[in-house]
């Protein structure tokens, strides 16, 4: 007897073992709408050019090895915090960036900190959101309940803001954290509106929550880097920008975590940031150095390439450019093939209404299709999605759109 043989074989992180289910089958018209990557047109990988060009230039540098400081690279850090945040907000002295593993890191170390320091009663996460999220908070603080708020109404397939806004004013206490995704919802596809932000807000300073701040997908809701930063801009303007205001009147303080995995397609390089925001009149000094300390005994200290790549890019004006354009081409074939899979379904007459699909936003669709319809899709039409009906839309292209939405009608009607 082993307390090590007592422990169940756990299931593989579901879209994980749907890449690995796809890999393995070989019906020659199988489609992938499972991970949330980006495919070109012929459903392969992209290396963006911008990203292709950096890594041209950083091979020619003849770099070296070494070990980056444990923080991660500042001139790193720097132009991420710029790139979130615009280059006038991010000067100012109340935020402080760390390098991270990927957004999955940046998530990990921000409720590692929440947990040792902040210790918050509950964390509210968003129903549905990225499983992750339940992982992490589950491993990293599992001394801090996890409470769902609404977020999406089956009805009317939109986001159930009175629902949202309910649970928080009625079970939220002060000091707890609230995890709100920054734009291009995952899995949803649904982004609060500007007023609704500003109601969002209203009720972190009420209840003086702690925010943290996913964004994963910057660029990807509108294909504008700037507009799709618009709420995390608001928030840090009127919760943190205003150096009159007295730190009563703030909450403890906000958490960006920022992954650049999808945004420059550098998925398995992990690179992302943390960004810590502290009340205008505190110093983040001291909660850095606790950061750090973190980081220290998770990975002593974070990779280089990714890094680089995204600082090279970021501060060289051509590849910059270059790179708002790749940014605007991932999001508009995305939004391209949303619309003919929604036409497509319209055309063949698939029952029920599609119009959610149009309406939805980034990479994903939430079809609505309930998990014996995704089950069927993935058994009898070798169409890969999540069991909650999530569907990434990459995988789409002008060649099997047809078939999946042909497909779907199967399974619907
Ligand atoms: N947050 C959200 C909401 C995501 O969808 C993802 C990617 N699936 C991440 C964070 C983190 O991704 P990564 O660790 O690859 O940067």
């Given at each position: 007897?082993?307390?090590?043989?007592?422990?169940?074989?756990?299931?593989?992180?579901?879209?994980?073992?749907?890449?690995?289910?796809?890999?393995?089958?070989?019906?020659?018209?199988?489609?992938?709408?499972?991970?949330?990557?980006?495919?070109?047109?012929?459903?392969?990988?992209?290396?963006?050019?911008?990203?292709?060009?950096?890594?041209?230039?950083?091979?020619?540098?003849?770099?070296?090895?070494?070990?980056?400081?444990?923080?991660?690279?500042?001139?790193?850090?720097?132009?991420?915090?710029?790139?979130?945040?615009?280059?006038?907000?991010?000067?100012?002295?109340?935020?402080?960036?760390?390098?991270?593993?990927?957004?999955?890191?940046?998530?990990?170390?921000?409720?590692?900190?929440?947990?040792?320091?902040?210790?918050?009663?509950?964390?509210?996460?968003?129903?549905?959101?990225?499983?992750?999220?339940?992982?992490?908070?589950?491993?990293?603080?599992?001394?801090?309940?996890?409470?769902?708020?609404?977020?999406y109404?089956?009805?009317?397939r939109?986001?159930?803001?009175?629902?949202?806004?309910?649970?928080?004013?009625?079970?939220?206490?002060?000091?707890?954290?609230?995890?709100?995704h920054?734009?291009a919802h995952n899995p949803t596809g649904i982004d609060?509106?500007?007023?609704?932000?500003?109601?969002?807000?209203?009720?972190?300073?009420?209840?003086?929550?702690?925010?943290?701040?996913?964004?994963?997908y910057?660029?990807f809701a509108?294909?504008?880097?700037?507009?799709?930063?618009?709420?995390?801009?608001?928030?840090?303007?009127?919760?943190?920008?205003?150096?009159?205001?007295?730190?009563?009147?703030?909450?403890?303080?906000?958490?960006?975590?920022?992954?650049?995995?999808?945004?420059?397609?550098?998925?398995?390089?992990?690179?992302?940031?943390?960004?810590?925001?502290?009340?205008?009149?505190?110093?983040?000094?001291?909660?850095?150095?606790?950061?750090?300390?973190?980081?220290?005994?998770?990975?002593?200290?974070?990779?280089?390439?990714?890094?680089?790549?995204?600082?090279?890019?970021?501060?060289?004006?051509?590849?910059?450019?270059?790179?708002?354009?790749?940014?605007?081409?991932?999001?508009?074939?995305i939004?391209?093939?949303r619309?003919?899979?929604?036409?497509?379904?319209?055309?063949?007459?698939?029952?029920?209404?599609?119009?959610h699909i149009g309406r939805q936003i980034g990479m994903f669709s939430y079809t609505?299709?309930?998990?014996?319809?995704?089950?069927?899709?993935?058994?009898?039409?070798?169409?890969?999605?999540?069991?909650?009906?999530r569907m990434?839309l990459?995988?789409?292209?002008?060649?099997?759109?047809?078939?999946?939405?042909?497909?779907?009608?199967?399974?619907?009607?």
């Amino acid at each position: 007897h082993s307390i090590l043989s007592d422990l169940p074989i756990l299931p593989l992180a579901e879209s994980f073992a749907l890449t690995e289910a796809y890999n393995l089958d070989t019906f020659p018209e199988k489609v992938n709408l499972g991970q949330g990557v980006y495919r070109d047109e012929e459903c392969q990988p992209w290396i963006l050019p911008s990203v292709r060009s950096a890594e041209e230039f950083l091979h020619r540098q003849h770099l070296n090895h070494e070990y980056l400081p444990i923080q991660g690279a500042a001139q790193f850090s720097k132009e991420a915090r710029n790139l979130l945040f615009s280059p006038q907000l991010a000067q100012n002295e109340n935020i402080a960036s760390v390098q991270t593993v990927a957004g999955t890191g940046a998530n990990h170390l921000a409720a590692l900190f929440c947990a040792r320091y902040l210790r918050p009663k509950n964390v509210f996460i968003s129903d549905p959101t990225w499983d992750n999220h339940h992982l992490i908070w589950e491993t990293a603080g599992p001394d801090i309940k996890r409470k769902l708020y609404p977020y999406y109404d089956p009805l009317t397939r939109s986001l159930d803001f009175d629902g949202m806004i309910a649970e928080l004013e009625s079970s939220a206490e002060e000091n707890d954290v609230v995890i709100l995704h920054a734009c291009a919802h995952n899995p949803t596809g649904i982004d609060p509106t500007h007023r609704q932000w500003e109601k969002i807000a209203e009720i972190v300073v009420k209840k003086r929550l702690f925010v943290v701040f996913d964004s994963a997908y910057q660029g990807f809701a509108s294909g504008d880097l700037d507009a799709d930063a618009w709420a995390i801009r608001y928030f840090y303007s009127t919760l943190f920008g205003d150096a009159s205001l007295p730190t009563s009147a703030t909450p403890a303080g906000m958490f960006v975590c920022q992954s650049f995995s999808k945004n420059f397609g550098l998925y398995g390089e992990r690179i992302g940031a943390l960004h810590l925001v502290t009340p205008p009149s505190v110093s983040p000094q001291g909660a850095y150095t606790h950061l750090v300390r973190l980081i220290r005994a998770e990975i002593s200290c974070p990779s280089l390439f990714g890094e680089r790549c995204v600082h090279t890019i970021l501060t060289d004006l051509e590849l910059r450019s270059k790179w708002e354009e790749d940014v605007k081409t991932m999001a508009s074939r995305i939004q391209g093939v949303r619309m003919s899979l929604k036409l497509e379904l319209e055309n063949i007459g698939a029952q029920g209404n599609w119009d959610h699909i149009g309406r939805q936003i980034g990479m994903f669709s939430y079809t609505g299709l309930s998990k014996t319809q995704v089950q069927r899709l993935k058994e009898v039409h070798h169409v890969y999605m999540l069991e909650n009906g999530r569907m990434s839309l990459s995988g789409l292209n002008g060649k099997n759109v047809a078939y999946v939405a042909r497909a779907i009608k199967e399974v619907v009607d």
